[in-house]
C-alpha cells in the first residue's frame, strides 16, 4: 500500500479501530455482566424460571450473530425499537455473549466443591454472604480461562458488525478498499492485523491467569 | 407490529434455501476434517518444519475473523487467475478455517487418552504404527465426536456470513425476501427459526451418539 | 468451662428415594460428652452426623439442640433460614476433605465466620482467629493459603474455624480419613484437648483407638440402623451383638498387617 493512501485513510481506519475495540470491550463487559445474571438466576431460581432462561439461551447460541443482528437493527424499528447502528451493535454483542459467558459462569459455579459451601453453611453464613465470599471468587477463578478465551473470540465477532453499517475497522476497510481498489491488500493487511492482536491479547490473558490462580495452585 | 401471516407466508421459501446452508456445512466439515487431520498429524510429527507450520496454520486460521478470510479469498482468486464458482469458493473457505478447530479437536482428544495406554501397548511389544491405529485413534474418535457436531453446529451458524460474498443461502435468501416485502422483522425471525431448528437437531444429533457412545 | 450443649434425636428417618438411610433413629448426647459413631462404610453414620446440623434434612423425627427442634418450627414445617443460620452458628462442624477456602490465608479462613456471621471488626475478628489457631499449634501458619499447608495442619485450621465461633457442640465427620498416617496423631491430640475441655463432641471415626479412650459413649451403626450404645469397653472391647463383633474382627485384622 502507498503511503499517501495510509495518510488519506489513516484518521478513519484509526477511528474504526477505536470503535471495534469500544464495542469488544463494551460488549464484552455487558455481556458478562448479564451472562453472571442469568448464571446465577439458574443456580437460584425457581424451576419455572430457570426453563424461561434457558430457552433464551439455546435460542441466541441456535442462530448466527448476523441473524440476530437483522433482527434487532432492521427488525426492531419495526416494534418501535430505533437504534443507531453503533449502539444496535453493542446490544448485540452483549445478547450475543451472554448465554455463552453464562455457560462459563456456570461451570465455573459447578466446579467450587460442595463441601466449602457446606463448611459456610455449616458456621451460619447467610446465602447471599456465601454468593459473594465463596461462590463468586472461588467460581469466577475456576472460570478465567473460558473467560479469556471467549472475550477473544468476541473480539473476531466485531467485524460482523461492520454488515449492519456499524463504522468500524472492517467497515472502514471496506469503504477504503472500494474507492482505491485495493480490496486484496486492504484485507490482507486486516487479517495480520487481527492475527497479531488476537496473539496478543491471548498471551497477556494467558499470563493474567498464572498470576491469578498462583496462590491456589498446590505445591508439590 | 409482529405478523404471523408473513412469517408463515416466508418461512417454506426460506426452508427451501436453507438446503445451501446445509450443503455448505457439511461439504465444509467434510473438507475440515480432511485437511484437520492432516494439520493434527504434522503438529504431532517428529519433524520441527512441519509441526511449526500446522502451529502457524492453526494459529492463523484461528486468529483472524471467517469474514476477513472469506474477503481476503474471494479477492485473492480472480488475482492468482482461478475462475471458480462462488459456491466452491465459500465451501474451501469455510472447509480451510474449520481445518484448525479440527486439528485442535483431535489434538485435545489424544492428550485426553491416559499416557497409560499407550506406555501399555508399547509395554506389550505393539509397534508404533498398531499403537496409533489400534489404541489411540479409535478412542480419540469416540472421544471427539461430541465436539466435531458441535463443530458442525458453528459452520451452520457461520455459513450465514457467505451471504457477504453473494451465494443465496438462508441468510441472503432472507436479506432478498426482506428487502421486497418490506417485512425484515419476520422475515429475519423467520430465518433464526430455521437457524434454531436445524441447530437443535444437531444437538440433538449429537445427544444421541455421545449417549451411544458412552453406554 | 465452656457452655456444652446436648442433643437429643428422637425416630429419625432418612430416604434417597427408595433407599433408606436412617432407620428409626434414637439416640441422647449429653452435655460435655463426647460420642462416636463407628460402623462400616454406608451405614449411615455420617448421614446421621449431618443431620444434627441440618445439612442433611431428615425426612421424619426430631432432633433437638438443647431441646430446640432443628431444621422444623414444626414436624412437616421448615424452619426459615435466618433461625437455622442462628442454631447452626453454635454447632462447629468439622469435614473429611478439610473444606478450607483456598482463596484464603489460613487466618482469613478462621476470621471469616466471625466477620460475616458473628458481625465482629474485621480487627477483632483476627486477634481471634490468631488465638484459635495458636491454640491449635499453628500460630507460625496463619498467613499461608491452605495449599501451602499439610493436611494435618489444614485439619487443624479447620477445627480453628470451628471453635473461633464459640460453639457449644462439634460435630467431626471422619476428620482424619484423608489424612497420610503419620499426620493423624496430631490432629487427634487437638480433639483430644477440646474434649478434655468439656466440649460436646459427636465424632464419626474409623479410630478405634480414639473412640476407646476418649469417647465417652460409642454407637455402632449398621444399614442406617442403630446396633449399639455403650461405653466404650463394653462396644469395643466386650461386644455382644455378632454383628459388632464381625466388624472388629475385620478391623483388627486390617490392621494386623
Given at each position: 500500500m502507498e503511503w499517501s493512501i495510509l495518510q488519506q485513510y489513516g484518521p478513519s481506519l484509526l477511528k474504526g479501530f477505536g470503535n471495534t475495540v469500544l464495542c469488544w470491550a463494551l460488549g464484552t463487559v455487558f455481556g458478562m455482566a448479564l451472562g453472571l445474571v442469568i448464571a446465577l438466576i439458574q443456580r437460584y431460581a425457581p424451576r419455572w424460571v430457570t426453563w424461561i432462561v434457558q430457552a433464551y439461551i439455546e435460542v441466541i447460541r441456535g442462530t448466527p450473530f448476523l441473524v440476530q443482528l437483522f433482527v434487532l437493527y432492521y427488525g426492531g424499528p419495526l416494534v418501535g425499537l430505533r437504534l443507531d447502528a453503533l449502539p444496535a451493535g453493542l446490544l448485540g454483542l452483549t445478547i450475543y455473549g451472554s448465554p455463552y459467558f453464562a455457560e462459563i459462569f456456570r461451570s465455573g459455579f459447578r466446579a467450587v466443591p460442595l463441601g466449602q459451601i457446606e463448611a459456610a453453611r455449616a458456621i451460619g453464613m447467610s446465602e447471599l454472604n456465601i454468593v459473594r465470599r465463596i461462590l463468586l471468587p472461588l467460581g469466577l477463578v475456576s472460570a478465567l480461562p473460558a473467560l479469556v478465551n471467549f472475550s477473544i473470540i468476541l473480539t473476531k465477532e466485531t467485524v460482523i458488525l461492520s454488515i449492519i453499517t456499524v463504522p468500524e475497522l472492517l467497515y472502514q476497510v471496506q469503504r477504503m478498499s472500494a474507492e482505491t481498489f485495493r480490496y486484496l491488500e486492504a484485507n490482507l493487511v486486516l487479517a495480520l492485523f487481527f492475527w497479531g492482536l488476537v496473539e496478543a491479547i491471548s498471551r497477556v490473558g494467558h499470563r493474567m491467569e498464572a498470576r491469578i490462580t498462583k496462590h491456589l495452585i498446590e505445591r508439590t | 407490529m409482529f405478523s404471523f401471516a408473513v412469517f408463515l407466508e416466508s418461512f417454506w421459501p426460506l426452508f427451501w434455501a436453507a438446503r445451501y446452508t446445509l450443503l455448505i456445512s457439511v461439504l465444509g466439515i467434510g473438507l475440515g476434517l480432511v485437511i484437520g487431520t492432516l494439520i493434527c498429524a504434522a503438529r504431532l510429527s517428529p519433524y520441527p518444519p512441519l509441526r511449526r507450520f500446522a502451529a502457524i496454520w492453526v494459529s492463523f486460521l484461528r486468529g483472524v475473523p471467517l469474514l476477513v478470510q472469506l474477503l481476503v479469498f474471494y479477492y485473492t482468486l480472480p488475482v492468482i487467475g482461478l475462475d471458480v464458482p462462488p459456491m466452491v469458493a465459500a465451501v474451501v473457505t469455510v472447509g480451510i478455517c474449520a481445518s484448525a478447530y479440527i486439528s485442535e479437536i483431535w489434538r485435545g482428544a489424544i492428550a485426553a487418552l491416559p499416557k497409560g495406554q499407550t506406555e501399555a501397548a508399547v509395554a506389550i511389544g505393539m509397534n508404533p504404527r498398531d499403537v496409533w491405529t489400534r489404541v489411540i485413534l479409535p478412542q480419540a474418535v469416540t472421544l471427539s465426536l461430541p465436539a466435531l457436531i458441535n463443530e458442525l453446529i458453528l459452520l451452520v451458524k457461520a455459513s450465514s456470513l457467505v451471504s457477504v460474498v453473494g451465494i443465496l443461502e438462508l441468510t441472503r435468501a432472507s436479506q432478498a425476501q426482506a428487502a421486497t416485502t418490506f417485512r425484515p422483522l419476520e422475515v429475519y425471525i423467520a430465518a433464526a427459526c430455521i437457524y434454531l431448528l436445524i441447530n437443535l437437531c444437531l444437538a440433538a444429533l449429537g445427544r444421541y451418539l455421545e449417549h451411544r457412545t458412552a453406554a | 468451662m465452656l457452655a456444652a450443649s446436648s442433643v437429643e434425636i428422637r425416630k429419625v428417618n432418612k430416604y434417597y428415594g427408595d433407599f433408606?438411610?436412617?432407620?428409626d433413629i434414637d439416640l441422647s448426647i449429653l452435655p460435655g460428652k463426647v460420642t462416636c459413631l463407628i460402623g462400616p462404610s454406608g451405614s449411615g453414620k455420617s448421614t446421621l452426623l449431618r443431620c444434627i446440623n441440618f445439612l442433611e434434612e431428615y425426612d421424619s423425627g426430631e432432633v433437638r439442640i438443647d431441646g430446640q427442634l432443628i431444621g422444623y418450627d414444626a414436624p412437616g414445617k421448615r424452619m426459615p433460614g435466618r433461625k437455622l443460620r442462628e442454631m447452626r452458628r453454635s454447632i462447629g462442624m468439622v469435614f473429611q476433605q478439610f473444606n478450607l477456602w483456598p482463596h484464603m490465608t489460613a487466618r482469613e479462613n478462621v476470621a471469616e465466620g466471625l466477620i460475616r456471621v458473628r458481625g465482629m471488626s474485621k480487627s477483632e475478628a483476627e486477634r481471634r482467629a490468631a488465638e484459635a489457631l495458636a491454640k491449635v499449634g499453628l500460630a507460625d501458619k496463619m498467613a499461608n493459603h491452605p495449599s501451602r499447608l499439610s493436611g494435618g495442619q489444614q485439619q487443624r485450621v479447620a477445627i480453628a474455624r470451628a471453635i473461633a465461633m464459640e460453639p457449644k457442640l462439634m460435630l467431626f465427620d471422619e476428620p482424619t480419613s484423608a489424612l497420610d498416617p503419620e499426620l493423624v496423631g496430631e490432629v487427634l491430640n487437638v480433639m483430644k484437648t477440646l474434649a478434655g475441655e468439656g466440649m460436646t463432641m459427636v465424632v464419626v471415626t474409623h479410630e478405634m483407638g480414639f473412640a476407646a479412650h476418649v469417647a465417652d459413649q460409642v454407637v455402632f451403626m449398621e444399614k442406617g440402623e442403630l446396633v449399639g450404645v455403650d461405653s466404650p469397653d463394653r462396644i469395643l472391647h466386650h461386644p455382644e451383638d455378632a454383628r459388632i463383633q464381625s466388624f472388629l474382627r475385620t478391623y483388627h485384622e486390617r490392621n494386623s498387617f
Open positions: - | - | 433408606q438411610a436412617l432407620k
